[in-house]
DNA sequence: ATGAAAGCGCTAACAG
DNA sequence: CTGTTAGCGCTTTCAT
C-alpha cells in the first residue's frame, strides 16, 4: 500500500455517524434513513472510500475469491474455460485466483494450500493428467471438478459428453462406409478415455474385430501443435496398403491436423481418399486447409454450469448430497471439409 | 468455510506457549528456542493449521497478491505471458488474481477497483487498445505494463523491441531483392505501431516512395485466427500485376497464415514467387505448411522482467524516479519455408 | 434509526 | 527467550 487507505473509521467520522451506519449503508443492510444514506454517499464518493475486502474476508469468514486450478492455460481449449469461469464469477461478485499446474501433483498440491491460506470461499479444478486418484485433497473445500473421471464419489463434475461424441464420429465413418481407425496420443485423461470407449464400443456393436489393431497410440504428449512423426506416418501407409475407403477419428483437433499434415506428405488425398475427424473445436479446426470436421465443445456452457454449481454449494453450504454428481454438456458435430 | 479453521491460538493453547511465540515460529523472526519451535511445529502440523493470510495482510498492510490484466487469455502470446508471470510470482510467494478485460476500458475499470478492495500489492498490465491514453488511473499502486506506449512518463514499462523486429524483417526483405509490402490488421497496439515506424523508416532510408501504397490495413481486429478475405486476395493480384518478387511483412503469425491462405487460393507459390515473414513466434508458426519464418518474442524474458521489476518497486517502495522506465527485450528472426 | 463494543486471526511493540 | 496487549478494518449483536 503506497498511502494509507480511507477507512470505515474515516467516512464515519467525516459524516458525523457511527462506523455501524456506515457499514449497514455500504452493505445496503438497512436501518438507515435515507438522509443518512445520501450523506454517507457522499463522503464515500469525496474520500474515495474502498472497502477493504481483507478485512471482510477476515470478519465475515469468506473471501469472495474462487481458485482456479488448470493444467495449462496456454492451451486453448483450457484458456477457454477459464476465461468463462472467470467472467461468470466476476459477474457474480467474486474474484478468480487462477493456478497452472502444469500437470504436476506438487504445484497442485502446493497450490491448494495457498488458497486454503488465503480463504478462497471455492475451487474450480480442470482436469488432472491422473484420471482415476483423487488430486490433492480438497479439504473440505467447496469444489467442482471439470473433465474428471466420475472415479471418486461425491464430487460434483461437469464434462462434455465424451462419449457421445466418440460414438457420433464413429457412427459417422461407419455411415458413410469408411474403415474406421482411431489415432490417439498417450496423454490419458478421463475426456479421452471416453471417446476411445465409444470408438471401441460401437465397432464392437457392428461385429467389427481385432479392434485394437485399429487404434494407433502416438508416443506424443502434448497441450500444443505436434511435431511430425515418423510413426504417424507409418500407420497411415500401413492403412493405405489394404484400405481405399478409411476414415479416421483424431483423437483431437490437434491429432487431426497431425494426420492431415501426414496425409498431404503422402499424397493422399482428403477427403476423397481419406477422411479425417477431430474433437474440441478449437479455432484452428475452422481455419486449416482443409478445415476440419470436429465434435464442438460447448465451452461456454461448461464454463458456467461449473460456476453455478460451485456458487450453489457455498452459498447453501450444502454437505455435498450422497453419490457422484454428474452434468453432462452436450456436444455437436461441426461437419467440414475434411470429411466427405 | 465449511469447517471452523484451527487460529494461532489454538496452535499457542495446545503447545502452552503465547501467540506471539507461535508468531514468531511460524514467521521465523527469531526470539525463541529450539525445543519450542520443534514442540510448537509439531502440533501446528498435528493440528492441520494453516496461516490466514487475509488476517496477515489486514494486519500488515499487504496481501501478497498481484493483480494482472490481460485483454485476452484466449491469445496464445498473452497466454504464455501471464502463464510465466504467474509462475515466477507463485515461487516468489505471491498469488495472482487474473482479469481478462476484453479490452473494455470500463471491465479494466472495474477490474482495478476490485483489485484494489482485495489490496493486492501491485498490478501487471498487459496491453490494451488504446496505446495512448493512460489506462483506468492505477490508484498510486505500484504497476508495471507490459507492451505498452511510453508515452505516459513515469511508468516502467517492458516490451520486445519491436521497432528491432521490424527493421530485422524489413531489411531481410531488401536484402533478398523482394519488393517489401506490409499487410496488419486496424488493431493499432503501440506493438503493431512499432512494427510498421520501423517498416517505413527502412524504406525511406532506401529512397523509397509512396510508401503508404505499400501498406495494406485490413479491415478485420482479431486476436485469433482470420477468416478468408477477399480484401486481402485483391490486394494480392494487385502486387502480382507488377512484381515478380515480392516480400510481404504480416503484421503478426495470425495475418502472415492468412496471406499464405491467399496466396495458396491464388495459385501463388510461397517462396518461389512471394515471400512471407510473421511477427511473435507463436507455436502455429512452427507447425503451418509451409511453416513462417517470423520474428520470435521472448515471452518468458518479457513476464519475468516484468516481474522482477514489480517486486522491486513494491519492495522498495521507490516513488518511481522521474522518467520513463522502458525495458527492452531483444528479438530474433527465425527464418523457416515461407521466405526464400 | 443509530451507536457502542466485541472480536475475526494475526503481528509487533513493549515488558519482563 | 517468552508473554501481554493493542489494533489492522470490518460486521454484527445488543442497547438505546
Not at 474515516?10 to 438522509?35: L, M, P
Not at 473445500?141 to 459428453?161: G, K, Q, W, Y
Not at 483423437?251 to 481418399?273: E, F, G, H, T
Request: net charge positive; with cysteine.
Amino acid at each position: 500500500m503506497v498511502q494509507k487507505k480511507v477507512s470505515i473509521k474515516d467516512v464515519a467520522k467525516a459524516s458525523g455517524v457511527s462506523v455501524a451506519t456506515v457499514s449497514r449503508i455500504i452493505n445496503n443492510t438497512g436501518r438507515f434513513s435515507q438522509e443518512t444514506q445520501k450523506r454517507v454517499i457522499k463522503i464515500i464518493d469525496e474520500l474515495g472510500y474502498e472497502q477493504n475486502r481483507l478485512a471482510v474476508g477476515l470478519r465475515s469468514n469468506q473471501s469472495n475469491t474462487i481458485g482456479i486450478l488448470v493444467p495449462d492455460i496456454t492451451n486453448e481449449f483450457y484458456a477457454a474455460i477459464v476465461k468463462k469461469c472467470e467472467q461468470w464469477l466476476f459477474s457474480h461478485g467474486y474474484s478468480s485466483i487462477i493456478c497452472n499446474t502444469e500437470r504436476s501433483r506438487e504445484r497442485e498440491k502446493a497450490y491448494i494450500q495457498v488458497l486454503t491460506e488465503h480463504r478462497v470461499d471455492g475451487l474450480i479444478v480442470i482436469s488432472t493428467t491422473d484420471a482415476g486418484n483423487g488430486s490433492g485433497k480438497t479439504d473440505g473445500m467447496p469444489t467442482v471438478f471439470i473433465d474428471r473421471d466420475p472415479h471418486t464419489l461425491n464430487e460434483t463434475i461437469v464434462a462434455s459428453d465424451h462419449y457421445r461424441g466418440g460414438k457420433i464420429i464413429t457412427n459417422f465413418l461407419l455411415d458413410h462406409n469408411l474403415s474406421p481407425y482411431l489415432i490417439m496420443t498417450k496423454t490419458k485423461t478421463s475426456s479421452t478415455m471416453e471417446r476411445v470407449r465409444a470408438f471401441k464400443e460401437i465397432l464392437a456393436n457392428h461385429k467389427i474385430t481385432n479392434i485394437d489393431s485399429r487404434i494407433c497410440v502416438l508416443d506424443v504428449t502434448s497441450d500444443k501443435f505436434l511435431q511430425p512423426s515418423q510413426q504417424l506416418d507409418r500407420y497411415l501407409k500401413a492403412i493405405f496398403e489394404k484400405e481405399k475407403q478409411a476414415g479416421i477419428f483424431g483423437i483431437n483437433d490437434n491429432v487431426a491436423y497431425m494426420i492431415i499434415q501426414a496425409a498431404q506428405r503422402l499424397s493422399i488425398d482428403i477427403p476423397k481418399q481419406l477422411s479425417v475427424i477431430g474433437f474440441d473445436g478449437s479455432s484452428f479446426s475452422e481455419i486449416s486447409v482443409p478445415r476440419i470436421t470436429t465434435i464442438v465443445q460447448d465451452t461456454t456452457r461448461i464454463a458456467d454450469s461449473a460456476c453455478v454449481a460451485l456458487i450453489n454449494k457455498i452459498e447453501n453450504k450444502v454437505i455435498s448430497k450422497k453419490g457422484s454428481n454428474v452434468i453432462k454438456i452436450p456436444v455437436r458435430l461441426c461437419v467440414k471439409e475434411s470429411t466427405i
